[in-house]
């Protein structure tokens, strides 16, 4: 199928078509999947992995898992006379069970079923509700609902645990399993039974799933003078929006910037070093990928476009829901005292995951690298300490408040904030 590479933040890839379609689903895979611009593979990262398939591994005796299967070949008889599970789907299972033993809710394997729906989430449309999902403490978790989805319309939060979909239990589901179950055709429904914070109760939500259309931005000037430049994605137009609205921020001449990265999933790395580069001098470091057991690393380095000028004052808006991309972008502005960060605590999703087909109809989705800022913090750990913590609270939803954005403006204006 030819889809053999590394993928930025799931199902980002090459066209801003594909990004309209990709997002049309529970937009799961999220952050740490990408492929490349050009789409071919480095060689330097498979090369290992394609000379390992030439020979077992040593000192690893597969005596066990071959008695195993002899043994249940012999012995097994199913309690209910359900469909014959064939040899081809105990390989696929014990290679599930494989990638699982890692540890890690980002390396899975893809058999045929889920790597087709794979497939159609890169060609097709197809219904989702508009949210995107990811594993925090072994929980599967809701990193934010998108703006104006079913998700939101129907009450879900960021921070929201899926504690099951249609009454089945996530309990050690995979990230794809959900987005399986999660996705469907436009106008069925989806039943989540959730656990939020300051809540006792298990919560019943139904949501009636649709077609999602994403913004990307938007940005506007505030009475009081404050620029605002809120980013939904890091898609394949992300870069060239922000440009345009940097534009205008610079014409209107206030000198105070609100960079609004709140419940924004990620998106293309490329587009995080760019947006980071109009900030930072050329060659300074936006991002470091580690990579492999070796510990090699690779640094994504500002191209330089630096418009930033001393006497500008900006803070940056992150929330739980702000991950992968936009905590590149967060990290490197905060590191380099570029920018303020204000809010909440973000995800933490700083691991990169690579597509290798296994069989020309399945893929092993495999964490081959994790994120670090410029002053080396782990994105993965604990996520990105706001500099200035501000919550939301639910009365301040339900009353339209947006504590946040007011702080983070009073702070740009007076260079401090009150306290309550």
């Known amino acids: 199928m030819g889809i053999q590479a590394r993928l930025l933040f799931a199902h980002m890839l090459r066209t801003s078509h594909y990004l309209a379609a990709l997002l049309l689903v529970v937009f799961s895979f999220f952050a740490g999947v990408y492929v490349r611009g050009d789409g071919k593979l480095e060689a330097s990262i498979l090369s290992g992995f394609r000379a390992s398939l030439a020979q077992p591994p040593e000192n690893v005796d597969f005596s066990p898992l071959w008695k195993a299967w002899r043994l249940l070949e012999e012995k097994y008889i199913p309690a209910t006379t359900t469909e014959e599970i064939t040899p081809q789907d105990r390989l696929w299972g014990a290679i599930e069970g494989l990638a699982k033993s890692y540890g890690d809710p980002y390396t899975v394997f893809l058999p045929p079923q889920e790597a087709t729906l794979f497939e159609e989430n890169i060609s097709g449309e197809f219904g989702g509700v508009g949210m995107e999902v990811g594993v925090r403490d072994r929980i599967l978790t809701v990193i934010t609902p998108l703006k104006d989805s079913p998700a939101e319309k129907a009450g879900i939060l960021a921070g929201d645990r899926i504690l099951a979909i249609d009454g089945k239990p996530t309990k050690d589901m995979s990230i794809d399993e959900a987005v399986r179950l999660i996705r469907g055709e436009k106008g069925t429904e989806v039943k989540l039974d959730i656990a939020r914070e300051r809540t006792e109760e298990i919560l019943e939500i139904r949501i009636v799933r649709d077609t999602i259309r994403i913004p990307t931005s938007k940005y506007y000037l505030r009475d009081d003078g404050v620029f605002v430049i809120a980013l939904y994605n890091f898609g394949a137009t992300a870069s060239e929006e922000f440009k345009k609205a940097l534009r205008e921020f610079i014409r209107a001449g206030t000198g105070k910037l609100i960079i609004d990265l709140r419940g924004n999933p990620g998106g293309f790395l490329e587009s995080a070093v760019e947006i980071s580069s109009w900030f930072l001098p050329m060659g300074k470091p936006v ?108 009365e301040d939803v339900e009353a339209g408040r947006d504590p946040q954005l007011e702080k983070a403006a009073e702070f740009l204006l007076n260079g401090r904030i009150t306290t309550q």
């Open 287 to 394: 991002v470091i990928e580690k990579f492999g057991a070796n510990g090699e690393e690779r640094v994504q380095r500002s191209l330089g476009y630096n418009v930033y000028r001393p006497w500008w004052r900006i803070a940056v808006l992150v929330n739980e829901g702000s991950a992968s991309a936009s905590e590149i972008v967060a990290g490197a502005l905060q590191d380099h005292q570029r920018a303020t960060l204000v809010g909440m605590r973000t995800f933490g999703k700083g691991s990169v995951q690579e597509l290798v087909e296994v069989t020309p109809d399945t893929f092993l989705k495999v964490t081959v690298a994790r994120w670090l800022t410029p002053k080396g913090r782990s994105i993965s750990e604990n996520g990105l300490e706001p500099d200035i913590t501000v919550e939301v609270t639910p």
